[in-house]
């Protein structure tokens, strides 16, 4: 890595000595502007396209956490991928790096020339493709490639560990001076791939002040300081347009004379998403100061809050929209595969998934309708794979190839007889890139074989095929010796679910394991075949207190292998005695062993608890709990482990609790020793304190979690564990108190912690009633409500709802109820989608009118309960009035609608049952 000391004087003298190649860009012509428009050689310039972030700096690859330049082929590939969506330009933070080893300005005052010329580099691609950009010049936050806390470090400013402060970037004069000091730099710089200095490149479509520029206590300061740098950016290149990086347009912004271009991002939070309301306002701002607008960045995924399409055709309808981008586009890996990025948002092309697939369809339509262009029916023709390396698993050899574009599918090839066939078909339009590493499981690892592999875009047309890949031929030995691992032999008090493990065997194609309770393994408990990892967890459970043999056998076509060790024995653990009692807080003698007792959550917020001798429900002391929660970080909470609790012939989860009257919502969780989580919730409404009784069959796995057998087993608790969220709450402090957490086996039957909306049982098995209970909204298309049999959670009926889907593109059923909700966290339903990708939009009313509601993608056939906490629920997008409180203590209505979404025309049908408040 060379490092250059920057004295701009030295640096210009540099670029005199330097003899670049003929000064030429890619592309001519500046993108200009005439008042609300963009125009290029006179005629109006519109644009759809992607933010690609890190075309000059990437996060994503290597995966171990460090950071590196990309290749020169993921650049040029996320590229061509844009340009086949019908991109003209790509936003990136490609001169947005400070701070690190590989940044532009490692160190205050300190170039990195390897990583300007990725930059030249990344430049030039662009041009090639046709592509023009628009950069921003420094970060709000302080990411991998750094911003302006950067900067604010070096100058001496502590770092108070909030990622996006360092507002004395926007203040400090020596700041200031010498960040223009870099702009002037970067400006200057002369590409050393096409000779052209950065100010005199048309490639660059616009110089953009920031990314997500904000200082909302000082809003003054900030206006100067992007007066200042737009004015520099003109004052020293008269060639290019200046974006304000502001996040959101500033009405006090848009009288500077120096910016162009002023963007906005579009994403759910702040009630945004993809708003056609909200977008409209933005350019109605922008249009009467004479500028031109641009959507920086936006959710592509969420329709919330409006739909894709209809976020498209606005755009395409206001001129003063000179484009947009969404975020973000990665394109494929250099060995196999897509990059990948875990942010929620990435997009490939042509696409993961069905829903992917049709958005970036309709994102490609946007972008050529936006350049005035009708969008080619055909794609492009993918380029030649490369066939990276193969490995050998199972008897059969693994194929590897980097991707090319616009390729949807590959076909392979494979030749046993030489490099020049004849050829096999392996694989017929079989495999996508998210297959690869792909198995042949027609080939014979140790026999030489030649592959060669060619992409089909989506309209099936192939592409070049790859370089022919020889693997040479080698005798495939049977599977290496290798051992079990755990339970170890003579292991005692064995988890009833062990998890089963055991080494790797060369050669291996897959695993048997066999359990039993006897060692000539006759009645195995446990019996599997064709395990191909390296460990099992049963779902079955084992006997406790009893002693079991295991072995293990590797396998492959040329023979099995045994485990050195195998026939080991262990014992499970015992039965613990069944308890009642969880905690009654009697037993802390002081408020630092119950806090040792019960460990805050490192992750959460402030959560405390202390002794309670006077607010409690019976003995010595409750407990209290202070806490907080908030947007940033939502939940508080404690883990209190127990040791292998027995909960056996016990029904129900008793507490005592006093809430706080925040309308937060305390969960309550519990830990199998397998780690299997369960929780339910209840709404700390009101403040009267309550003993609550709650059913273990109302307890679900959380959210997120995905894992266990699905089976709750309270023969072995690790843990009990309480939690406050934010819920339907406002962010703030607040106090509770709970005592007498025990254990009920029915003999009092618990209070209902639901309330029944609809279980279809009280129509007496009447279409007519339900008819009359589910009256057709006669604004949309036709549907009818009806009893099924068949198709239902329990009970004899559950709702059948067969609707149209076309003009109008939604249809739905409206059902008035009188019921109190209030304590009640969330709507249940048992669902059966149709797989259609249209929206099921779940509504309810409250008796002043205020409509609150929520949806879900049809996006699969498979039935099964779901729920949608209260906290999802919005206002409609055509609605506008009501408290904005959601007020559960009276509802009205509770009404079904079926959405056209990324669906299409056409008739189906979806079922419904067992929908509950709970």
């Not at 009697?586 to 309670?612: H, P």
């Not at 507490?655 to 309308?663: E, F, H, I, R």
Request: some cysteine.
């Amino acid at each position: 890595m060379k490092i250059i000391r920057w004295i701009l004087p030295l640096l210009l003298l540099w670029g005199i000595m330097y003899t670049p190649p003929a000064a030429e860009a890619a592309v001519t012509g500046y993108v200009t502007r005439s008042g609300n428009q963009l125009q290029l050689d006179g005629q109006p310039f519109r644009f759809s396209s992607a933010n690609i972030y890190w075309l000059g700096l990437d996060e994503n690859v290597p995966t171990n956490g460090t950071i590196d330049f990309p290749t020169n082929f993921r650049v040029d590939d996320a590229l061509a991928t844009a340009k086949e969506m019908g991109a003209t330009v790509v936003r990136s933070h490609l001169v947005n790096s400070f701070g690190c080893a590989k940044c532009i300005m490692p160190t205050l005052g300190n170039y990195n020339e390897a990583a300007w010329q990725k930059v030249d580099y990344a430049i030039k691609a662009a041009g090639d493709q046709g592509i023009r950009l628009i950069l921003p010049v420094i970060d709000m936050y302080n990411y991998y490639h750094g911003g302006k806390k950067t900067w604010t470090k070096w100058y001496g400013y502590p770092d108070d560990g909030v990622i996006y402060t360092g507002y004395e970037f926007f203040s400090d004069a020596n700041i200031i001076t010498a960040f223009k000091q870099h702009l002037s730099v970067m400006l200057n710089r002369v590409n050393t791939y096409t000779g052209v200095a950065y100010k005199n490149d048309p490639t660059i479509l616009a110089w953009e002040t920031g990314n997500e520029l904000g200082w909302f206590d000082n809003p003054t300061q900030l206006k100067n300081w992007t007066q200042q740098i737009a004015d520099y950016l003109k004052g020293q290149d008269a060639n290019h347009l200046v974006a304000d990086g502001n996040y959101g347009i500033a009405d006090a912004h848009l009288t500077i004379s120096s910016i162009d271009m002023y963007s906005d991002h579009f994403y759910t939070w702040g009630n945004k998403g993809l708003s056609v309301p909200v977008l409209q306002t933005q350019a109605n701002k922008v249009r009467n100061a004479g500028k031109v607008m641009f959507v920086g960045e936006y959710d592509w995924k969420s329709e919330q809050f409006g739909t894709l399409a209809a976020f498209h055709t606005a755009i395409e309808n206001d001129n003063v929209i000179a484009g947009d981008m969404y975020w973000a586009l990665f394109g494929h890996n250099d060995n196999y595969g897509y990059v990948q990025h875990p942010d929620g948002y990435t997009v490939h092309y042509p696409g993961d998934t069905t829903f992917m697939r049709t958005q970036a369809q309709q994102m490609r339509n946007h972008a050529y309708k936006m350049r005035g262009i009708t969008t080619p029916p055909a794609h492009g023709i993918p380029g030649a794979p490369t066939i990276t390396g193969s490995t050998t698993s199972g008897g059969k050899y693994v194929l590897s190839w980097r991707g090319s574009v616009p390729s949807d599918t590959y076909t392979v090839e494979r030749s046993t007889a030489g490099s020049s066939g004849p050829w096999t078909v392996a694989c017929n339009q079989c495999v996508t890139d998210n297959q690869t590493p792909w198995t042949d499981t027609g080939s014979t690892a140790g026999a030489a074989t030649w592959y060669r592999v060619k992409g089909h875009n989506l309209s099936g047309t192939a592409g070049a095929y790859s370089t022919v890949y020889a693997i040479s031929g080698t005798q495939l030995q049977a599977p290496g010796s290798f051992t079990q691992s755990a339970p170890a032999s003579g292991a005692t008090s064995v988890n009833v679910t062990p998890s089963f493990t055991w080494g790797t065997a060369t050669n291996a194609a897959t695993y048997t394991l066999v359990v039993a309770d006897n060692t000539s393994y006759s009645n195995p408990v446990i019996n599997v075949s064709g395990l191909t990892s390296t460990s099992y967890t049963p779902s079955n459970v084992l006997t406790n207190n009893k002693t079991y043999y295991w072995k293990v056998t590797a396998v492959n076509s040329t023979g099995s292998t045994n485990a050195s060790n195998s026939g080991i024995a262990f014992t499970t653990v015992a039965l613990p005695a069944p308890t009642s009692t969880v905690d009654n807080f009697d037993g802390y003698a002081s408020d630092a062993a119950l806090q040792a007792a019960y460990v805050k959550n490192a992750s959460g917020n402030t959560f405390t608890m202390t002794r309670e001798a006077t607010t409690k429900d019976a003995g010595a002391y409750g407990a209290k709990i202070v806490y907080t929660v908030n947007a940033t970080t939502s939940y508080a909470g404690a883990v209190h482990t127990l040791s292998n609790a027995n909960w056996t012939g016990n029904t129900s989860f008793n507490l005592w609790v006093k809430p706080d009257g925040s309308n937060r919502t305390l969960t309550i969780q519990f830990k199998e020793t397998n780690g299997e989580l369960w929780e339910t919730y209840y709404t700390l409404t009101g403040t009267t304190a309550t003993t609550l009784s709650i059913p273990f069959t109302n307890f679900q796995h959380p959210g997120w979690y995905s894992g266990g057998n699905g089976v709750i087993d309270l023969g072995s608790i690790a843990e009990s564990n309480l939690y406050i969220n934010k819920g339907s709450g406002a962010d703030g402090s607040g106090t509770i108190y709970v005592d007498s957490i025990s254990l009920g086996n029915g003999t009092t039957p618990p209070p209902p912690t639901t309330v029944i909306i609809d279980n279809y049982e009280g129509y007496g098995g009447s279409n007519p009633s339900v008819l009359a209970a589910y009256v057709r909204n006669t604004d949309g298309n036709a549907i009818t409500p009806t009893l099924d049999g068949t198709n239902k959670s329990q009970g004899s009926y559950g709702l059948k709802l067969a609707y149209t889907m076309g003009t109008p593109n939604f249809a739905g059923v409206v059902h008035s109820i009188s019921q109190n909700w209030s304590g009640k966290t969330g709507i249940q339903l048992w669902l059966k989608p149709d797989g259609s990708n249209r929206t099921l939009t779940i509504q309810f009313k409250e008796p002043n009118g205020e409509p609150w509601e929520t949806t879900y993608t049809l996006s699969s056939t498979t039935s099964g309960t779901i729920q949608f906490p209260f906290t999802a629920f919005q206002h409609p997008p055509w609605y506008s009035g009501g408290n904005g409180t959601k007020d559960l203590g009276a509802i009205s209505e509770f009404n079904l609608y079926v959405n056209q979404g990324s669906g299409g025309t056409g008739s189906s049908t979806i079922y419904v049952d067992d929908i509950q408040a709970y």
